[in-house]
């Protein structure tokens, strides 16, 4: 089982960028998928999560109306759209699955 996070980089607020998640070694499309992020010195926080066939799309009140959660079973990824960035936003992405399972992360600085 192998997660590969992208996409990643340097922004400035009100930015965007769009991160990908590509994943192998499992049937991609049996497994809802999550993107969870971790801020240096802090804990690994949820920010949205989407079920197996992408009908049940749920997010983070701190990212609601800004970041948009998206998955092509086809090529089994996973995508995250975030728009508006802000500062608070630079973290390392993840995606997560069920089982806890993640990638190596990609960075997202947001700066000015």
């Known amino acids: 089982v192998q997660l590969v996070e992208s996409g990643g980089g340097l922004v400035q607020p009100g930015q965007s960028l769009r991160l990908s998640c590509a994943g192998s070694g499992f049937v991609f499309e049996d497994y809802a998928m999550n993107w969870v992020r971790q801020a240096p010195g802090q804990d690994i926080e949820w920010i949205a999560g989407?079920?197996?066939?992408?009908?049940?799309?749920n997010y983070a009140r701190v990212v609601r109306d800004r970041f948009a959660i998206s998955r092509d079973n086809a090529k089994s990824e996973m995508y995250l759209q975030m728009d508006n960035l802000k500062l608070e936003d630079s973290a390392v992405y993840y995606c997560?699955?069920?089982?806890?399972?993640r990638g190596q992360g990609t960075q997202v600085i947001v700066s000015s």
């Open positions: 989407i079920s197996k066939l992408g009908g049940t799309k």
């Open positions: 997560r699955l069920p089982s806890g399972q």
